[in-house]
């Protein structure tokens, strides 16, 4: 029972951390480009 809650919050945390990392990266694309898919020139 401890595993299986150990490895259930270990695989939030990953999802967290995917989910912040995906979210910076969004707002990068947004400040480069302007809006997401747009071509910079």
Known sequence: MEL???ARA???E???YFLD?????????IE??????KPSD
């Open 14 to 16: 990953t999802l967290v």
């Open 4 to 6: 299986r809650m150990l």
């Open 21 to 29: 990392m995906a979210r910076i990266e969004a707002t990068i694309q």
């Open 32 to 37: 480069n480009h302007g809006t997401l898919g």
């Open 10 to 12: 270990a695989k939030l």
